[in-house]
């Protein structure tokens, strides 16, 4: 089983990313793939999930901003963000479970984290 995070980077505030998480080893149509992240000295947090029947959600400061989809064919899930902040700056995380799990940290399998760092 392997999560592949990638797409971080630099970018100034008002700029925008996009994350890709791409999955192996697993049956990826039936899991939920949620994004987190952990800034330094900070609790890791929930940003976004998806589940496999498409439903979205996202914590509150990325709602409007961020967009979570999936590409079932390509074993993918994106991760738009738009408008970034200097307080999306974090390294963030794929995770990915049969069930739901929410923002919780009870996710079956992880990702290695890809850096976005969002400054002038």
């Known amino acids: 089983v392997q999560l592949q995070a990638s797409g971080g980077g630099s970018v100034q505030p008002g700029g925008s990313l996009r994350l890709s998480c791409v999955a192996s080893?697993?049956?990826?149509?039936?899991?939920?793939i949620a994004w987190f992240r952990q800034a330094p000295g900070k609790e890791r947090e929930g940003v976004s999930c998806?589940?496999?029947?498409?439903?979205?959600y996202y914590t509150d400061s990325v709602k409007g901003r961020f967009s979570i989809s999936r590409d079932n064919s390509q074993n993918t899930v994106y991760l738009h963000m738009n408008s970034l902040k200097p307080d999306d700056t974090a390294v963030y995380y794929c995770?990915?479970?049969?069930?739901?799990?929410?923002?919780?940290?009870?996710?079956?399998?992880w990702g290695q984290g890809t850096l976005v760092t969002v400054s002038s």
């Open positions: 995770a990915a479970d049969r069930f739901y799990r929410g923002f919780g940290l009870q996710y079956d399998y």
């Open positions: 080893g697993f049956s990826f149509y039936y899991f939920t």
């Open positions: 998806i589940t496999s029947a498409g439903t979205t």
